[in-house]
């Protein structure tokens, strides 16, 4: 794969990206701006708004209960990170369309950070839920 290059609209262009076929094609990638969400501690309800950002922070010290709102459209890929920071050992009630690895939600770190990525392809039917990063010290 070639190099991306980058225009002043913060368009990247990949020249000669091979194709499953093996053929020469051209691919643009597009980068958006991303904005981190601060949330407060102990909400009873916290949503994630992909019109406010992609990258959430949040201090957790009870149950909280997620959602996720306004992913693109179908046929656009969206995603989101959740940075939790723990204490007390909560618990989390994610979306009920969120699917894990092994079907199970992970268990969280007691007293600690972990990182979660979903992504979703079909407007929000199905998250795709993994962590990326557990008890980062």
Do not use: H
């Amino acid at each position: 794969y070639a190099t991306p290059q980058v225009n002043a609209a913060g368009t990247a262009i990949v020249w000669n990206a091979p194709s499953a076929s093996g053929a020469r094609l051209m691919q643009k990638l597009f980068f958006r701006t991303t904005t981190v969400k601060n949330t407060t501690v102990a909400m009873a309800a916290d949503d994630c708004d992909l019109e406010l950002g992609n990258v959430f922070t949040k201090a957790i010290s009870s149950s909280t209960t997620l959602t996720f709102s306004n992913a693109p459209a179908s046929g656009k890929a969206g995603s989101l990170t959740l940075i939790a920071t723990f204490s007390g050992s909560p618990a989390i009630t994610w979306p009920a369309n969120v699917k894990w690895t092994g079907g199970t939600a992970p268990t969280l770190t007691t007293a600690g950070i972990d990182v979660f990525t979903f992504m979703t392809t079909d407007n929000a039917t199905s998250w795709l839920g993994f962590v990326s990063g557990a008890d980062m010290q």
